[in-house]
């Protein structure tokens, strides 16, 4: 990434959202800041309901121009007209979900802390690859994506490269040189207010 450049912001929805209350929260968010990407990312494997969040969002999405993709369901993303998918499982299914989806959709993937497994997404045609989680977090096996890594990676690999999981400004400072893109979901949506919480956080970007 050029020194000049800041990252940008990809937003992650909540696991849960209200479809009453949540497409208008995210209007807001979109209206106040430049957002990269939207990913629909809900923990509900119920297709219905996620069918509906997905037309609810996509709408709010694209009306400001703003790609969305959706996690980990390939067949969903082409049939509900998002712009692409967010893989979780590493290099696994990148080949086979880059054939299926085309050259036109963004095709991501979350590599936790592996280096080899991003640079495996990568050659496979990876849009983006994402790592975290940056900070500490009780989830997951305790393994963090250190500031290493990502500076390694920012010089050695011309894939974008994206920061989650566990942000806070402090982390978001430091790593801010050396990322392409910040993931930025709960952090903000748990927040009073989402939009200065996400100001706050755009502030440390340096």
Known sequence: MAETELPQIYLITPPEIELSRFPEQLARVLDDTDIACVRLALATQDEDRISRAADALRETCHARDVAIVIAE????????????????????SMRKTRKDLGDDAIVG???????????????????????????????GDGTVADH????????????????????????????????????????????????????EFKAAFS
Not at 148 to 155: H, K, R, V
């Open 109 to 139: 993937a979350y590599c936790g802390a592996s280096r080899h497994d991003g640079m495996t997404a990568g050659e496979q045609g990876a849009d983006y690859i994402s790592f975290g989680p940056v900070g500490s977090t009780p989830l």
């Open 73 to 92: 369901h390939v067949v969903l993303a082409e049939r509900l007209g998002l712009d692409g998918v967010h893989l979780t499982d590493g290099a696994r």
């Open 148 to 199: 290493e890594l990502f500076e390694w990676w920012s010089q050695m690999i011309e894939v974008p490269v994206v920061a989650e999981g566990a942000l806070d400004v402090e982390i978001i400072r430091k790593l801010s040189p050396v990322t392409d893109f910040f993931g930025i979901g709960e952090e903000i949506w748990r927040a009073e207010d989402p939009v200065a919480q996400l100001a």
